[in-house]
Nanobody, 116 residues
Framework: QVQLVESGGGLVQPGGSLRLSCAAS????????MGWYRQAPGKQRELVAT????????NYADSVKGRFTISRDNAKNTVYLQMNSLKPEDTAVYYC?????????WGQGTQVTVSS
């Protein structure tokens, strides 16, 4: 069983930045392609960024491309999401999970609110 704990969310003004972290409880995390997902109120959860196990390949949803950067530190069992130029439409609860996601890995997520 892998537990994933997200942190780093908060309230930020439009145009601001946040860095999210996702800490995994087990080193088996290192073999997974990992993803950051988000769910806005009234909407389905969506995948916004992925990174392969070694970190060599990343992919982004069109809505965040050029603004968000996913990275990982396998020595720390942690994956990050650097979010720049934030927009109100980025407001959501952000989660990490493997890609494809595994139901039992969903954590509590971290709330990101972009508002002036």
């Amino acid at each position: 069983q892998v537990q994933l704990v997200e942190s780093g969310g908060g309230l930020v003004q439009p145009g601001g930045s946040l860095r999210l972290s996702c800490a995994a409880s087990r080193t088996i995390f290192k073999i997974y392609t990992m993803g950051w997902y988000r769910q806005a109120p009234g909407k389905q959860r969506e995948l916004v960024a992925t990174i392969t196990s070694g970190g060599s390949t990343t992919n982004y949803a069109d809505s965040v491309k050029g603004r968000f950067t996913i990275s990982r530190d396998n020595a720390k069992n942690t994956v990050y999401l650097q979010m720049n130029s934030l927009k109100p439409e980025d407001t959501a609860v952000y989660y990490c999970n493997r890609d494809p996601s595994k139901e039992e890995y969903w954590g509590q997520g971290t709330q990101v609110t972009v508002s002036s």
